[in-house]
């Protein structure tokens, strides 16, 4: 019971509410596992070969094809050499926000190129 509720049954404004029934959580309990799994489920396609896409964006607009390219399961190289400094550094910010939001990585793999990586793919340095 909350405090507010505590005070105002205190003072007898407002009678104390049982519950009778179940939160109902038990229904879901056998549906949970953690998010990096459900992400590595996501992020699999299912029998079908791993994609790398090549972006070249050239102004901010083009990162919802890179988002999109990466919801489905791709990596993607984002080379920004065509786009304003001010430009590559939002769109490198927002890359990096969907790799993290989404359990993937984000590399430096050249000057002013990156490579986003789902969850399900390791990237080797040899």
Known sequence: MGAVRKV???????????????????EYEDDWMPASERAARRWQPAEQPARIVM???QKYDDALTVGRHFREGHAVVMDVV??????????????????????????RIAEKVFLLTPANVEVSMV
């Open 55 to 57: 972006v070249r964006p």
């Open 82 to 107: 065509g786009m304003s400094m001010a430009e590559a550094t939002r769109m490198v910010d927002f890359a990096a926000g969907l790799a993290y939001g989404c359990e993937g990585r984000i590399e």
């Open 8 to 26: 105002a049954s205190y003072l007898g404004l407002g009678a104390v509410e049982q519950y009778d029934e179940p939160y109902g959580d038990e």
